[in-house]
């Protein structure tokens, strides 16, 4: 819990906080290669992130005072040097900008990770993975996370029109999922798919429109799931270029949500190539 236990703070404008301040608008417009993360499963993968040397790493926790004593196990799962600071529920939420019930915050920071094609050349001869197109909505991309952590995705990759994981609601919605699952956002959906086909993926496109049902996706070594944004889908110059399939519905309907239909997707993937 730090090295001399948690620092009290009494003004929302001390220098130590700095980070933690106005995390709504900052979030907005970028941390630099910083992030929130928010609550306790969060906080907890972000422990198990730090331990891993992946190039995440925690650097200050902030509590609310009433929180403390209830995670004093969790805390002495960060290095010392990790300092932890408090407040009362009044400075709290002057530090965050807004009501703060949760009261755990932590502030970390994200080395340069392996970009796409480096990831793609180290995942194991039996890969699946998680590719996704123009996704602009941060609750669901953090909804895509967490499906692909439960079933057992190697990597999440996104096109550069996809929006941020890092973003904090992502983190949240994912319970902290974006800390430990490896990821790259980089590059157009064309070039991704020309990626993920020269390291012998077998592509499928998800599409209400796909040809093939998606319990009849057969088992490969290698499988990517492809999603596309929220609405639109993935354009016919995607799917032109992979296979595609949809999940059964009944009519009346345009289509799932864009994260409710990659987790049956997934599910089904995983079930085949025997990974749940």
Not at 78 to 97: L, T
Not at 270 to 275: E, P
């Amino acid at each position: 819990m730090g090295v001399a236990g948690p620092i009290r703070i009494e003004d929302s404008a001390d220098s130590r906080i700095a980070g933690f301040v106005s995390i709504r608008e900052r979030d907005l417009t970028g941390r630099e290669g910083r992030f929130i993360a928010e609550g306790t499963v969060v906080l907890r993968m972000l422990a198990a992130a730090h331990r891993s040397g992946r190039g995440i790493a925690a650097e200050a926790i902030l509590l609310l005072e009433s929180r403390v004593a209830g995670l004093a196990s969790l805390l002495a799962e960060f290095p010392p040097e990790v300092p932890v600071y408090m407040a009362d529920a009044r400075v709290f939420d002057a530090i965050a900008g807004f009501n703060m019930h949760r009261g755990v915050l932590a502030l970390g920071r994200f080395d340069q990770m392996p970009g796409r094609d480096a990831l793609i050349a180290n995942l194991p001869t039996c890969s699946l993975v998680l590719a996704a197109c123009g996704i602009s909505n941060h609750d669901n991309m953090g909804s895509l996370f967490r499906n692909a952590a439960a079933f057992g995705v190697d990597a999440v990759l996104m096109d550069q029109t996809t929006c941020d994981p890092m973003y904090r609601k992502a983190i949240r919605v994912s319970v902290g999922s974006v800390l430990t699952l490896p990821f790259a956002r980089e590059g157009t959906a064309a070039d991704l798919i020309e990626r993920l086909q020269a390291g012998g993926f077998a592509i499928w496109g998800l599409s209400p429109r796909g040809e093939t049902d998606v319990g009849e996706i057969a088992p490969a070594p290698r499988t990517a799931l492809l999603v596309g944004t929220e609405g639109e889908g993935l354009p016919q110059t995607i799917l032109s270029a992979v296979r595609t399939a949809r999940i059964r519905q009944r009519p009346g309907l345009d289509s799932l949500n864009v994260a409710m239909a990659a987790g049956i997707a997934l599910h089904q993937v995983a079930r085949v190539n025997g990974r749940i």
